[in-house]
């Protein structure tokens, strides 16, 4: 499975071993103002490699990721933690996709759920949006467009994260050109 992680050289000179799948990416806490919340995505994917390559592309943009095994594990953690995102795989044994997004409708959870999944028809597309998914992304060999589309569900579900974190880009930029100019 390919994965777009972007390399950042300053890590490549650190003294710090290299981030893996076994091993916890660094937390982007000290790029976030003071008393910012965090944007919590629940990555369900039954796949444990795809689970595992989410959750460390939405790692390493900053997200706090949880994740679950599959459908029953998502309705479970999404009944007793609060969740911005929902990145959900639709075909799942036991409790599919579709079943989580009724779940959500019926138990009136706001998290919104950007669904992942290799049957990309037309039908099943529909019938996710119809059942409340933000939007429907198929699997690829990229993550790119998932990326892309949590970003957009993030603004749409938490618009004060989204204004502090463009607040705080202004101001490092803003640094950044005095640090240049004098």
Do not use: N
Not at 2 to 27: D, I, Q, T, Y
Not at 93 to 111: N, Q, S
């Amino acid at each position: 499975i390919a994965c777009s992680l972007r390399f950042h050289p300053e890590r490549a000179m650190s003294e710090r071993p290299v981030p893996g799948p076994w091993l916890p990416l660094p937390s982007k806490a000290a790029d976030r103002p003071a008393g910012e919340e965090r944007v919590r995505l629940l990555v369900v994917e039954d796949d444990d490699r795809l689970r595992q390559v989410y959750a460390a592309v939405f790692i390493e943009q900053g997200y706090l990721v949880e994740q679950a095994v599959g459908g029953a594990d998502a309705v479970r953690k999404l009944a007793s933690r609060k969740h911005h995102v929902v990145v959900l795989d639709l075909q799942m044994p036991e409790v599919g996709g579709f079943d989580v997004l009724r779940v959500l409708r019926a138990e009136g959870i706001g998290a919104k759920a950007v669904v992942v999944s290799g049957e990309a028809t037309f039908d099943a597309a529909r019938k996710a949006l119809r059942l409340g998914a933000f939007d429907f992304v198929q699997k690829g060999p990229g993550t790119d467009e998932l990326v892309s589309s949590v970003g957009r569900a993030v603004e749409q579900s938490h618009p004060e994260h989204m204004r502090q974190a463009l607040q705080a880009r202004l101001e490092q930029s803003d640094d950044v050109a005095r640090f240049l100019l004098h």
